[in-house]
């Protein structure tokens, strides 16, 4: 007996440290993550199991009729549509944002480089909404575009409240994150690769495409998906910018909450399936990244 | 004998750790929801948790209906500083209420047509009619509203009805009726809004239609969302707020409000002429209710009673443009905004408007369905 106690005295504070280290490092940030990322995700889930409830109502999870009820055409069509809108902003600003960061990470003068990278975030330090608010008065009927357009006599153009003032919000809201992270990966470029493809006798275009490219496609995967995921989760822009047939699964989450028509189960449910989306994706891009970082 | 215990010093293995990990997760959800009797979302109780100071008070309500003036002198006479928060939506409201945001606000501002379901949750308290001064003074056809009988859970403090704004320049046509908007859609291509609604909208193609702005018929309800289909690819769109600049700047040249947004755009621009439909339309009432988690319910109680004060009732009405129920109020005003068909509808004009009343479950599940079909295809 004594034995075996003197034994567990020395055994504790190993014991002990090998615990107390992690738990100390852990402890704040994972109490945090506890209690509001995966608790509230847990009663999401729970709640999707739950047909037609609201606040006040009794939890009582009893199928899969909120799933099911996702596979309505109706439902299907906002998907669709919320999957188009994103799809459509990752293109723009994959367009938009890769000669941007070429010319900033490989072109641009280093000195100026940091400063023109902070001319290009500047825009996200105002909120989003008003960024929104600013695009209605200029894609407006009378707005700021179609009085420069009419100053030099071309016809107006009717943008506001449909698809294209949906696309040219999101596309100017995300751009920065696109820039950014192509930039990160632009500037790593091994410049000794394009040279030798140059003395080798390709072209520009076909140093462009089979040096330059492969070499950020790990970039250009984790900035389009960054892009794609915000652009999916993105209600305000479809909101403010849409008009009457811009209702994306964003939106009809809120809703299903916080608007006129409360049903928290379908919520839930939609909710459940926009991070399983999501989730899918990131271990793709993870999957597929590492890959290529490893052919490299 | 010495029982062979597992070694407690050794780490769990990662599978271990996943495997109690995932009891404990699965134990948190049989005691909290997959149990027989389950758990209560949004359960609202009055535990007791916030404290306010007696010289303190939250109020939860429109954008329109308080403002710093009003604050000031209420702090003046009654010593409590009354701090506002504001809400856009009753639904916003009623989910912010139930996700326990509620016990903060001494004073809340719903309308008339919420108030069964607040009252059913118990989520608001029963005035007690002894300690409110000037009732008498009220509109008599407010004090019986079917959803709040007798004012016993609300004291209205705003009223008006739904109707459309349209610019007369453009127009210069009459809009006199719901079914103009289908007749000149073409003209009014992209140019026209309605709110973001289910009610107001759903019961607005139901007047059209000769039925009630409150229908209770299913397949009625649904034809009135095929007819509004119709009109869709003709919208700009369905907004309650973004309307008003967009008319006033004249991007927009018709749009379904109410009257107490009309009533300062009309002003700021003459061209703009508010009507009532001729088949009918809502009206409606916003009310001060006390809330069950009232941290402050003497100061709520004195907050009705100074904002019911005839001199106070007509300085709020005419500084914010709201329509007072008040009628000792409504006499201190000008005549001419007495006389204002906009803000003080003739009763000609009222008897033509229906009260939007309480749905039960399964009939607004019919009116969201159709509003479902009619905003997300």
């Known amino acids: ?296 | 004998m010495i029982p062979v215990l597992p070694d407690r010093s050794l780490p769990l293995s990662r599978r271990q750790l996943l495997r109690r990990s995932m009891l404990g997760l699965s134990g948190l959800m049989l005691s909290g929801g997959l149990s027989s009797c389950g758990w209560r979302l949004g359960n609202v109780q009055n535990r007791g948790i916030i404290q306010s100071a007696a010289n303190e008070m939250f109020i939860y309500t429109w954008a329109q209906y308080v403002d710093q003036e009003l604050l000031k002198a209420f702090q003046t006479t009654s010593g409590i500083r009354a701090v506002t928060e504001l809400f856009d939506s009753n639904e916003a409201m009623l989910a912010a209420l139930q996700a326990g945001k509620g016990a903060t606000f001494s004073i809340i501002y719903p309308s008339e047509y919420i108030i069964p379901e607040m009252r059913d949750k118990k989520l608001i308290l029963p005035l007690d009619q002894s300690r409110l001064a000037g009732l008498t003074n009220l509109l008599p056809h407010l004090r019986q509203s079917p959803n709040d009988p007798g004012n016993r859970y609300g004291i209205p403090f705003s009223w008006g009805t739904t109707g459309l704004v349209y610019n007369s320049e453009k127009f210069p046509e009459a809009i006199t009726d719901w079914d103009d908007l289908w007749k000149y859609k073409e003209r009014l291509k992209r140019r026209m809004t309605l709110l973001n609604d289910p009610r107001e909208v759903l019961g607005a193609a139901l007047k059209s239609m000769g039925y009630s702005y409150n229908e209770k018929n299913p397949d009625l309800v649904k034809k009135a969302g095929e007819k509004l289909l119709t009109l869709k690819p003709y919208l700009a769109n369905f907004t309650t707020d973004a309307w008003r600049d967009q008319i006033v700047a004249g991007d927009l040249w018709v749009a379904m409000g109410y009257s107490s947004d009309a009533g300062p755009l009309l002003q700021q621009n003459p061209k703009l002429k508010y009507i009532v439909p001729q088949s009918g339309s809502s009206r409606w009432v916003d009310l001060m209710v006390i809330p069950t988690t009232a941290p402050n319910v003497e100061g709520a109680y004195q907050w009705i009673n100074f904002v019911m004060q005839p001199d106070v009732a007509a300085a709020t009405a005419k500084r914010l443009a709201v329509t007072t129920p008040n009628l000792a109020a409504i006499e201190l005003l000008p005549a001419d905004v007495q006389h204002d068909p906009v803000a003080y509808p003739p009763p000609e004009i009222l008897d033509r408007c229906e009260a939007m009343a309480f749905l039960d479950r399964s009939t607004a599940e019919v009116y969201d369905q159709a509003w479902l079909k009619v905003t997300s295809s």
């Open chain 1, 1 to 296: 007996m004594p034995s075996a106690k003197s034994k567990d005295k020395d055994r504790t504070p190993a014991w002990l440290v090998r615990w107390l280290e992690p738990l100390v490092l852990l402890f704040p940030a994972g109490v945090w993550l506890v209690l509001l990322l995966v608790l509230p995700t847990l009663i999401i889930f729970e709640l999707s199991f739950v047909p037609g409830i609201r606040p006040g109502d009794l939890v009582i999870p009893s199928g899969l009729g909120n799933y099911l009820r996702i596979f309505e055409p109706l439902t299907l069509l906002v998907i669709g549509r919320s999957l188009l809108f994103a799809i459509g902003t990752t293109v723009f600003c994959l367009l938009l944002g890769f000669p941007v960061a070429y010319w900033l990470g490989v072109i641009a003068p280093k000195r100026w480089q940091n400063l023109l990278l902070l001319a290009f975030v500047l825009p996200l330090w105002t909120s989003s909404l008003l960024r929104s608010y600013a695009w209605i008065s200029i894609l407006r009927p009378t707005g700021v575009l179609n009085s420069l357009l009419a100053s030099v006599g071309l016809p107006s153009l009717d943008l506001l409240n449909q698809m294209p003032a949906v696309l040219i919000g999101m596309t100017y809201s995300l751009l920065p994150y696109m820039v950014l992270i192509l930039y990160a990966s632009l500037e790593k470029l091994d410049r000794r690769l394009l040279e030798a493809a140059a003395d080798l006798g390709a072209t520009p275009a076909q140093t462009f495409w089979w040096v330059t490219v492969p070499q950020v496609l790990p970039g250009l995967a984790a900035s389009s998906l960054l892009v794609f995921i915000n652009a999916l989760g993105d209600f305000v822009n479809p909101e403010l910018l849409g008009g009457p047939s811009s209702m994306t699964a964003a939106r009809l989450i809120y809703n299903k909450f916080l608007g006129a028509t409360p049903d928290w189960g379908m919520g839930s449910a939609m909710s459940t399936m926009l991070i399983v989306m999501v989730t899918l994706s990131i271990a793709l891009l993870i999957k597929y990244g590492d890959r290529r970082a490893t052919d490299l």
